[in-house]
């Protein structure tokens, strides 16, 4: 039987600049199966661990570590070389006492950082599909494929800190003009600005957000802008 999940390799050049990986080196490296996160917006387990932190130096030493149970993201326990790690996700590794959170940074699309103990279990994220389903109860989807039935006043775009892996709500930062706003992709990444605006989606453009860095003001996709909150990030960024 053919597999229906496609190949479990990419040629290095291929691959995005953000997993940090060496050009000429081998000419494959494994990629990201369908999952949780598109494959160009993540970077494999196995790649994080030996790229990214440079805890491992092969790919032999990535197996064990991620085989025997010892990778932990959103706090559960991930046994696939493959599995997306992306936007958001907090990473915990057994018998190291750092806990990372992926995010944008430095025109980067991912970058792990350090974060306190405290917040390993607080996650951001994008509500981006909202559906009514049966008995009138409401379906919220979030960016990074989880779902959860809940009666949260929200809309697309908006985004949810939730505690993992149970997926409880424990608060929503609307996007709307006021709030702080993180770009998470293009040149512009990793920057949080103020919302100034929000223009409407016609026919041709998508919805528009007028977002204020600095001295500047810049007109972007609201698909890549996640609000944060309405003073100082609701979780640490940084």
């Given amino acids: 039987m053919v597999s229906i999940s496609g190949s479990k390799k990419l040629k290095r050049q291929m691959a995005p600049q953000f997993w940090g990986i060496a050009r000429k080196d081998k000419r494959f490296v494994i990629t990201v199966r369908p999952g949780p996160h598109k494959k160009t917006h993540s ?118 800190l939730i505690q993992v892996p149970d997926q409880k709500i424990l608060e929503v930062v609307k996007l709307e003009p006021g709030n702080n706003g993180l770009v998470t992709r293009g040149v512009n990444a990793g920057q949080i600005g103020k919302i100034e605006n929000i223009e409407e989606g016609t026919f041709i453009l998508p919805k528009r957000v007028i977002l204020s860095l600095g001295d500047r003001k810049i007109e972007i996709p609201a698909d890549i802008i996640m609000p944060i909150g309405k003073e100082e990030p609701i979780i640490q960024l940084k």
């Fill in 43 to 160: 970077v494999p387990t196995a790649v994080f661990l030996r790229d990214m932190l440079k805890i491992v130096s092969s790919l032999r030493e990535a197996k064990t570590a991620i085989y025997s149970g010892k990778v932990k993201i959103d706090g559960v326990v991930r046994k696939s070389l493959h599995h997306a790690i992306g936007l958001m996700d907090v990473v915990e590794l057994e018998n190291v006492s750092d806990v990372y959170r992926m995010v944008p940074t430095e025109g980067k699309l991912l970058k792990p950082i350090k974060i306190n103990d405290s917040e390993k279990t607080k996650k951001l994220v994008r509500v981006t599909t909202k559906t009514t389903i049966n008995k009138g109860k409401t379906q919220i989807g979030f960016h990074d494929g989880r779902s959860t039935i809940s009666d949260t006043k929200v809309n697309v775009g908006d985004v949810c």
